[in-house]
């Protein structure tokens, strides 16, 4: 079988905040890249071999005093080389050009316009010898290191693209990687398949083929358990391992009550029933209403929740006979975000992030086969291997589930009532063609009680807020401007379907301040 990671691209981070973009359009030209930190040293840059090597923009001024740097040799590799924005500064300060502040910093739109003919790496990027591009940068290229030419300029950045075709060094001012660079992508598909050589191997069909494989040699004869929430990541996961090594994998499902409506039974179905996964089904709700009792305090909540899952997983885990391995559905921005600049340190941030996490005395090897995909990759390999469309592209769904969305103390009626309010409102985002437009929607129980009027009588019932937003990393958000006749058209149907609602109210709040979840 050929090695799907023997052509890839080594992506340098300076600290852009657009250097998980430059992975995700590599991986887009279906080319394997990593990203490292800046300093990666260069032993083991030689020992990654890359086809290519990409150094991202970043905050600081290559011409300060501890500015950082790359080693050096990595210029004398033999390998293309494309500097963004700060990359091309650093690369042209190494080879005898000069760096300054600009006259004024640029964040924005700007036409470049080609200098005579740009070469290879540009085809298809210019029409008549203009391309639209995004900036966003403080310093410029003043004098050209000797070698290269200058193939582009703006009108505020007359050195915006640089180059030396002869030892394959390119350098750019602007931003290929983000979506306001309307023809970034080809830039980036050229650079990785025309200048380095690549061929695009990195599809999903070759990704599952490697993983099979991978996660057989490691296994081999020995027993996986997985915590399986019905989630993407967990359910790719499940689906990928039970391919590669069908009864060997047990997964435990836990149901603690706080699910959404009829999540449970559709777990078993798509996967105990249609692929025939072993799958335990732990009904444990009311364990964790008994522990919610009382409580209000959204932490102490998240903790009860948390802890107790922790108990439930382990007590199910331990019964099943010798399992060496614990799988998990750790995904590529999980390794990258809990790792800051380092690698390696990914587990901490999931056992905090995981409901389920990694109890210590468990002595089990974790099996992480998503670990290198990002979560369009994993939607397509989850895809790929049969999952519903539905389960693949569902929106996140947090684990302490309705526990943070019904507000202060849990309750069986509680959950009940907003698991129905929940229900409609996601049905009738998908019949009106929002669902798919919106990253996150659901609605929050509130425990406050108001007046109503049905028919002639007076009702004094619950509010149920209905909550979407847009975002791409989860960390800010805005929420989405659903139309005013499909809010008045969910309202009515949960006020009409839902027994205990009779107000709906709509979230205008944005994170910051708000967070996403109410709780
Ligand atoms: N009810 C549950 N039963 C078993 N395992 C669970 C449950 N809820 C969460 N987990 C475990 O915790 C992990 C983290 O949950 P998380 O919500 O981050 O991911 P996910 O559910 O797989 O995917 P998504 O982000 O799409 O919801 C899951 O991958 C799963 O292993
Ligand atoms: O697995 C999870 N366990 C949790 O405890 C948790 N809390 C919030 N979330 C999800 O994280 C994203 C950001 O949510 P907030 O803006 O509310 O912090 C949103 O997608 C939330 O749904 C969680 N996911
Ligand atoms: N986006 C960047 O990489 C900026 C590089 C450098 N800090 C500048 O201001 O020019
Ligand atoms: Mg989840």
Redesign the pocket.
């Known amino acids: 079988m050929p090695d799907i990671h023997s052509q890839k691209i080594l992506i340098l981070d300076f600290g852009s905040q657009y250097t998980q973009l430059i992975a995700r359009r590599v991986r887009e030209a279906h080319v394997y890249c990593e990203l490292h930190p800046f300093d990666m040293e260069f032993s083991a840059i030689r020992a990654f071999a890359p086809s290519g090597i990409i150094l991202s923009g970043g905050p600081m001024s290559v011409y300060e005093p501890g500015a950082p740097a790359v080693a050096e040799e990595l210029f004398e590799l033999g390998v293309p080389v494309l500097g963004i924005c700060y990359g091309m500064q650093l690369m042209s300060l190494h080879f005898g050009g000069e760096v300054v502040p600009a006259g004024k910093r640029e964040f924005g739109h700007a036409e470049l316009v080609a200098c005579g003919h740009p070469g290879m790496l540009y085809d298809g990027f210019f029409a008549e010898g203009k391309s639209p591009v995004w900036m966003s940068h403080g310093d410029h290229v003043s004098v050209v290191p000797p070698g290269f030419e200058v193939v582009a300029q703006t009108a505020n950045a007359p050195v915006c693209a640089i180059q030396d075709e002869q030892r394959r060094l390119y350098g750019v001012q602007f931003h290929p990687e983000v979506n306001h660079t309307p023809r970034g992508e080809i830039f980036i598909d050229t650079f990785v398949r025309k200048v380095c050589g690549c061929s695009g191997q990195w599809t999903p069909g070759k990704i599952i083929e490697d993983a099979v494989a991978r996660i057989r040699h490691d296994v081999g004869t020995e027993r996986v358990i ?10 790719v ?1 499940a689906a990928l391992i039970h391919r590669a090594i069908g009864d060997q994998l047990t997964c ?5 009550g706080l ?1 959404r409506l009829a999540e449970g039974d559709q777990v078993m179905a798509t996967f105990a029933e249609n692929l025939g996964v072993k799958v335990i089904r732990v009904n444990a709700e009311e364990r964790f209403l008994a522990a919610l009792a009382g409580e209000s305090d959204p932490e102490r909540k998240r903790k009860i929740i948390g802890g107790l ?1 922790v108990e439930i ?1 382990d007590e199910e885990s331990s019964r099943i006979q010798d399992a060496c391995w614990l799988a ?2 750790t995904i590529y921005p999980d390794v990258i975000e809990s790792a800051g600049a380092k690698t390696g340190k990914a587990h901490n941030i999931k056992s905090h ?4 996490g990694l109890p210590e005395h468990m002595k089990l090897k974790l099996l992480e086969p998503l670990r290198e995909l990002f979560k369009d990759e994993v939607r397509s390999i989850g895809e790929e291997l049969g999952l519903p469309h539905q389960m693949v592209w ?1 929106h ?4 302490p ?1 309705l526990g943070v969305r019904i507000l202060g103390e849990v309750k069986k009626e509680y959950a009940d009532i907003l698991r129905q309010a929940d229900a409609i409102y996601i049905e009738e985002l998908y019949s009106s063609g929002h669902y798919h437009k919106i990253s996150q929607a659901f609605a929050v129980f509130l425990p406050v009680k108001s007046v109503g009027v049905m028919g002639d009588g007076r009702t004094y019932e619950y509010v149920v807020a209905l909550r979407a937003v847009e975002t791409k990393d989860f960390m800010t958000a805005g929420w989405y401007p659903l139309p005013y006749e499909d809010l008045a058209r969910i309202s009515g149907r949960i006020i009409n379907e839902v027994k205990g609602i009779n107000r709906v109210v709509y979230d205008i709040s944005s994170k910051p301040p708000a967070t996403i979840e109410w709780e």
């Open positions: 997985l915590g399986l929430s019905g989630g993407v990541d967990s359910s996961a435990v499902f836990v149901d603690n699910l899952f997983f998990q559905g992030h995981n409901v389920g569902r996140p769904f947090p684990g589930g």
